[in-house]
């Protein structure tokens, strides 16, 4: 039996206006009703912000809400795993480059230790999206 009988997924939409073009999910919710929902990946938080950093983004945050049309929702997603790749390839290229031999032994060392972390778990990468309707 085919995935798509177990959701209400009726089909991605691509949406073009004035010069912008934004795609979403259109989902079927009941009989002849239909919701678009909007998918967008968040910046992530930075997790040494102050006290007067974290007052701030809240009250951006409750502002912002104010504005959501009543019965529309906002479902906020987060999940992590643990990938170094990019950042390998950064170090990687950094090293290559470099002209200045214990600079490039520091990379090829960041390197290892970026393996270590990564191994163990302790290094994770984070994504947020907010689905809107």
């Known amino acids: 039996m085919?995935?798509?009988n177990d959701m209400n997924l009726c089909c991605i939409a691509e949406i073009k206006k004035d010069g912008r073009e934004v795609s979403a999910f259109l989902l079927e919710v009941?009989?002849?009703?239909?919701?678009?929902?909007?998918?967008f990946q968040l910046e992530g938080l930075h997790d040494l912000l102050t006290k007067t950093e974290i007052v701030a983004v809240a009250d951006a945050l409750e502002e912002g809400l104010k504005y959501l049309p009543a019965g529309e929702r906002m479902t906020f997603c987060t999940g992590c795993y643990s990938n170094d790749t990019l950042r390998q390839q950064d170090l990687e290229a950094l090293a290559d480059i470099c002209g200045f031999t214990p600079i490039s032994v520091l990379l090829r060392n960041e390197q290892k230790r970026l393996q270590e972390?990564?191994?163990s778990g302790k290094r994770q990468v984070w994504q947020q999206y907010v689905f809107c309707t």
């Open 117 to 119: 972390l990564t191994a």
């Open 30 to 39: 009941g009989k002849h009703q239909y919701q678009f929902v909007f998918a």
């Open 2 to 4: 085919p995935f798509q």
